[in-house]
């Protein structure tokens, strides 16, 4: 198992940024894909963005195209996401997430290991 903790979030205005981060321990970092995933109240829980293994290749969601990055870094067993031009939309509960895997998936069920999520507002 990965535990995972996430930090960075907090209220910012329509148009500016905000970088997460996302703190794993356990087993190791290198060895399994990362994701972040966002739910907003009475909505379903979203793919944000997810990284494989190496860093090498990233995906993400089609309403964070352009804005947002995902990144890691292995040898300080930390993820990222750099979001970027913050839209209103955008407020939610986001979470990072593991997969005992080194490719992505973009289901969250998918995912065995949670961090339990960073409040992230943006005002209008």
């Known amino acids: 198992q990965v535990q995972l903790v996430e930090s960075g979030g907090g209220l910012v205005q329509a148009g500016g940024s905000l970088r997460l981060s996302c703190a794993a321990s356990?087993?190791?970092?290198?060895?399994?894909?990362m994701g972040w995933f966002r739910q907003a109240p009475g909505e379903e829980r979203d793919f944000v963005a997810a990284i494989t293994w190496s860093g090498g290749i990233a995906y993400y969601g089609d309403s964070v195209k352009g804005r947002f990055t995902i990144s890691r870094d292995n040898a300080k067993n930390t993820a990222y996401l750099q979001m970027n031009s913050l839209k209103p939309e955008d407020t939610a509960v986001y979470r990072c997430?593991?997969?005992?895997?080194?490719?992505?998936?973009?289901?969250?069920?998918?995912?065995?290991?949670w961090g339990q999520g960073t409040q992230v507002t943006v005002s209008s």
């Open positions: 997430a593991a997969r005992r895997d080194r490719s992505v998936s973009f289901s969250p069920s998918e995912y065995a290991d």
């Open positions: 356990g087993r190791t970092f290198s060895n399994v894909a």
